[in-house]
């Protein structure tokens, strides 16, 4: 090695290694994204003449950075080809620009000669770093971040190369870690972690990620650096200093017995691998004519697989059709609301060995939502509800959460042979996604709930996100209904809010604890006028465990909330304006409502929880209020008290009240309306369509909206129909079925004459009921459009129509109440009749744009141009 004195500048340098798989961008194919292992994606551009190769790779790169410390992008510079693939990291020499011990951060000025200067931000440097000084230093990656493990100062000194000190990486590596962490305890648990590790899997080179910590326990997530690539969880309890290990399955363990055939096989090539490349069969368990208990059986290809496993709220039958499974291979669950997981204890108990997959934000969520039905549960049954039976245990939970399994979103993985599954973004609350799988031939899409448009807590659902599938099955909650602007619902809100506690009442807002609490307590943070009136906002209920890991977990919340929480508290704050105040115990709840407050409260139908106490005391109340924010189920409190008059009366709890408070419903719907269902549906394009999660008159009016009958096969299925890909629902008529059947386009050949046409349709198009209409009268109209020749069916009655509008009369032709038969002007003599084109009544008004489009020539008879379209079949090519 040279020793060879150099200047100061000479000496600064940046390198970066990143683990991971580069592809085209799902939304751009024109740019690359790296993905690595836990799941976190970055733009990324080669830097010159690079090779990218396909597969799990690690590339050295350049990180360009943001000021608060976020990577935007990667330049990659070169393939680094190593055996095994070793830890990210990050390496550099540079100068100190600023160091904030607020936000606990450096950022460094990097002078490359040749090259652009770097300006990275790291986090955590040590207590000695001041700005102006050089340093090297060694950092890691944590999620889209760069964390200092290890720095030397090198000012005081004329910098040669020997003089670059070799710092150690620790191992092994933590790339997470929770807010206010004990880093005495970490240092004190982490070797346990390691020790279970190599004890149980035999394994010594472990990258390990610090995932949660909740006392006493910790929770590490464990990727092994050899080629195997095993993965891992591991708990320790801190108290006892216990330690227990659960590896995730490799491919070959996910197959059941019944499947067995597969496990070893990559490809499907045999006769008895054919057979399944187009089966395709769903069986709903639950949410079928109704809401709640989700759950739906998939067989796809060799595989049983399970999508969603909820309950239902009340009833002696709270739970799927589990039953009706055989043997099931894999378990999906789309989001962490009870009616979708509240049964995984119970599925995981009677299918233990199914590896049970989700999202990360879903698993933290699962932790609150299903211990708190764990609580419900239990204090139902003491209080002798025969309605709640014993569905799982707490050593059911514990085993299901440690077991539950976690998948990026946007990323393609293969959890069993030959099967592709991808969680999509839904937009519906964090942790959110819809399901896509495909095997062989055949492609489901199962859309869990979701919303395409914004909320303050989860980005809506992107339509471009969302691939064709051969079946899509979709929520149908608010298939009947179209959502007022959300904006305008939450200032209609505030303004409501502000106008009861301006005149020294409470407003109670009963609220679901998951999403819709979270994102009425931004509103109101972020409100200038509710600042205007100074009063305490409260939480309560399980609105307060949700929003406690809200805050701790705001890496799960869009980039909005994230910039709002590098100043303050974006939830609970009793020091900011407005105060935002957690109640602690019931024996609080009165000094909540002793003066002017707005409390928010679990449950939002008012069917249980904290908001039943709050509301038998202010709905009596003429100065209170409260305020429905979403859905509410049609045998809840919270809709019927939506019927009432003032005066009139409840039943809430057992107890009978008069109800005196102002109520008013606002929309904040985390769901999509009839408008967004069906853009999903048909960005999808599927040809089976299968409603569920909605009313029996929301699926039905949802089934008539629009052209959804003339393009899908409709189905709205029962707890254990099956819907098999290829059969066509039985109450389809034959022609209904071929419209859908046959598609929507058919190649036809045109010999052109010098005064006409033929069209030569193959013999197939013949037999479909469609062209069988359009041939029907022998009398065709015709349109040019964009895309080619549009033909219509044309009747006498139409020409008569088409002949009275060229005249220039004023008649009923050109009437803006005439749709082409019948008058529809209510106030005339001739309303609902089969009308001569020609005639006129005193009531006519004329229809512009029927004129302007004959003006403009945009349609006229197909005469002219075709004198003959040829039937017969013996001359069909």
Same mark, same amino acid.
């Given at each position: 090695m040279s020793t060879n004195n150099v200047t100061i500048s000479l000496a600064q340098y940046c390198e970066m290694t990143v683990s991971g798989i580069i592809a085209p961008d799902d939304r751009d194919p024109n740019k690359l994204v790296l993905t690595t292992p836990d799941g976190c994606q970055f733009r990324a551009a080669p830097l010159g003449d690079v090779s990218i190769s396909e597969g799990s790779r690690q590339w050295r790169v350049i990180p360009i950075m943001q000021t608060d410390g976020n990577i935007t992008r990667l330049q990659i510079v070169e393939e680094q080809f190593h055996g095994t693939l070793e830890r990210d990291r990050f390496v550099c020499v540079g100068s100190t620009n600023q160091v904030s011990r607020k936000h606990n951060i450096v950022s460094l000025k990097i002078e490359r000669p040749g090259e652009a200067t770097i300006r990275p931000t790291l986090f955590e440097p040590p207590l000695p770093v001041k700005s102006g000084q050089l340093w090297q230093f060694v950092a890691q990656r944590v999620g889209m971040t760069l964390t200092i493990v290890a720095a030397a100062q090198l000012d005081g000194q004329e910098v040669t190369e020997s003089s670059v000190k070799s710092l150690p990486s620790v191992a092994p590596k933590t790339v997470y870690n929770p807010r206010n962490l004990d880093r005495d305890r970490k240092t004190e648990i982490t070797p346990i972690a390691v020790s279970a590790l190599n004890l149980e899997l035999c394994e010594r080179d472990w990258e390990l990620s610090l995932t949660r910590v909740k006392e006493p326990t910790w929770e590490w997530e464990a990727q092994s650096l050899v080629p195997t690539e095993l993965r891992a969880r591991v708990q320790v309890n801190a108290r006892t200093k216990v330690a227990r290990v659960y590896a995730y399955p490799h491919q070959s363990k996910y197959v059941s017995a019944k499947s067995s055939v597969w496990a070893e096989r990559e490809e499907v090539t045999t006769d008895e691998g054919d057979k399944y490349l187009d089966r395709l069969i769903v069986t709903p368990l639950g949410a079928a004519r109704g809401i709640g208990a989700s759950c739906f059986r998939v067989q796809i290809g060799p595989y049983e697989i399970v999508m969603d496993a909820g309950t239902r709220p009340k009833g002696s039958d709270p739970l799927p059709a589990f039953e009706l499974l055989e043997r099931p291979n894999l378990i999906l669950i789309t989001h962490a609301h009870l009616d979708h997981i509240g049964a995984l204890p119970i599925f995981h108990r009677d299918f233990p060995d199914v590896p049970m997959i989700c999202t990360y934000g879903t698993r933290e969520i699962a932790h609150v939502m299903l211990t708190d039905g764990l609580k419900v549960q239990a204090a139902q049954q003491r209080q002798g509800n025969e309605d709640f039976g014993q569905v799982f245990s707490a050593d059911d939970l514990d085993r299901t959460l440690f077991t539950l399994q976690t998948q990026p979103v946007g990323v393609d993985f293969s959890p069993l042979p030959g099967l592709t599954v991808r969680f999509i973004h839904a937009g519906h609350i964090v942790g959110a996604a819809c399901i896509y799988m495909q095997y062989g031939n055949r492609s489901l899409l199962y859309t869990g709930d979701y919303n395409t448009t914004s909320s303050r807590t989860a980005e809506g659902l992107k339509l471009a996100d969302l691939p064709q599938a051969d079946i899509l099955i979709t929520e149908s909650t608010y298939g009947a209904d179209t959502h007022p602007s959300r904006r305008s619902q939450e200032s209609d809100l505030i303004k409501a809010i502000v106008e009861v506690v301006g005149n020294g009442g409470n407003v109670l807002i009963p609220a679901?604890?998951?999403?819709?609490?979270?994102?009425?307590?931004? /509103?109101?943070?972020?409100?200038?006028?509710? +600042?205007?009136? #100074?009063?305490?906002?409260?939480?309560?209920?399980?609105?307060?465990?949700v929003t406690d890991l809200f805050q701790t977990q705001l890496e799960l919340l869009p980039a909005a909330v994230q910039n709002f929480a590098k100043t303050q508290s974006p939830f609970f704050s009793e020091k900011s304006s407005p105060r935002i105040i957690s109640i602690a115990s019931p024996k609080e709840r009165p000094l909540a409502i002793a003066h002017p407050s707005v409390i928010i409260a679990s449950s939002g139908m008012l069917t249980g929880g904290a908001s039943i106490g709050y509301a038998k005391i202010l709905l009596e109340r003429e100065n209170a209020a409260v305020f429905i924010s979403g859905y509410t189920d049609e045998e809840s409190p919270g809709r019927f008290l939506q019927s009432l008059e003032p005066g009139s009366e409840i039943e809430l709890d057992g107890t009978a009240l008069t109800v005196r408070a102002k109520i008013q419903?606002? #929309?904040?719907?985390? &769901?999509?309306?009839?408008?967004?269902?069906?853009?999903?549906?048909?960005?999808?394009? %599927?040809?089976?369509?299968?409603?569920? &999660?909605?009313?029996?008159?929301?699926? &039905?009016?949802?089934?008539? /909206?629009?052209?959804?009958?003339?393009?899908?096969?409709? +189905?709205?299925?029962?707890?254990?129909?099956?819907?098999?890909?290829?059969?066509?629902?039985? +109450?389809?008529?034959?022609?209904?079925?071929?419209?859908?059947?046959?598609?929507?386009?058919?190649?036809?050949? @045109?010999?052109?004459?010098?005064?006409?046409?033929?069209?030569? @349709?193959?013999?197939?198009?013949?037999?479909?009921?469609? *062209?069988? &209409?359009?041939?029907?009268?022998?009398?065709?109209?015709?349109? *040019?459009?964009?895309?080619?020749? !549009?033909?219509? %069916?044309?009747? +006498?009655?139409?020409?008569?129509?088409?002949?009275?509008?060229?005249?220039? !009369?004023?008649?009923?032709?050109?009437?803006?109440?005439?749709?082409?038969?019948?008058?529809?002007?209510?106030?005339?003599?001739?309303?609902?009749?089969?009308?001569?084109?020609?005639?006129?009544?005193?009531?006519?008004?004329?229809?512009?744009?029927?004129?302007?489009?004959?003006? #403009?020539?945009?349609?006229?008879?197909?005469? %002219?141009?075709?004198?003959?379209?040829?039937?017969?079949?013996?001359?069909?090519?």
């Open positions: 679901f604890a998951l999403g819709r609490a979270q994102e009425i307590i931004l /509103a109101i943070r972020t409100s200038a006028l509710f +600042h205007s009136v #100074n009063v305490p906002v409260y939480i309560d209920g399980l609105v307060r465990e419903r606002f #929309n904040l719907s985390a &769901h999509a309306d009839r408008v967004g269902i069906t853009q999903v549906i048909h960005r999808v394009n %599927p040809q089976h369509l299968i409603l569920i &999660h909605g009313s029996k008159s929301a699926l &039905h009016e949802l089934s008539r /909206a629009g052209d959804l009958r003339d393009k899908y096969w409709i +189905h709205i299925p029962e707890v254990g129909d099956t819907i098999t890909f290829g059969q066509a629902p039985e +109450h389809l008529s034959k022609a209904q079925v071929a419209r859908v059947d046959a598609g929507q386009e058919f190649d036809i050949e @045109i010999e052109a004459e010098f005064d006409g046409a033929w069209l030569r @349709i193959a013999d197939s198009v013949l037999e479909d009921p469609r *062209w069988q &209409h359009l041939a029907a009268t022998g009398l065709l109209s015709a349109k *040019w459009t964009k895309g080619g020749l !549009m033909l219509k %069916p044309a009747s +006498h009655k139409s020409f008569a129509v088409d002949s009275a509008i060229l005249s220039g !009369m004023d008649c009923c032709a050109v009437c803006e109440f005439f749709d082409g038969y019948l008058c529809r002007g209510e106030e005339s003599p001739l309303y609902k009749r089969d009308v001569d084109p020609t005639a006129k009544c005193p009531v006519f008004v004329h229809q512009v744009v029927a004129v302007e489009s004959m003006a #403009n020539g945009e349609e006229y008879l197909a005469e %002219p141009l075709i004198e003959e379209i040829d039937l017969d079949e013996d001359e069909d090519e």
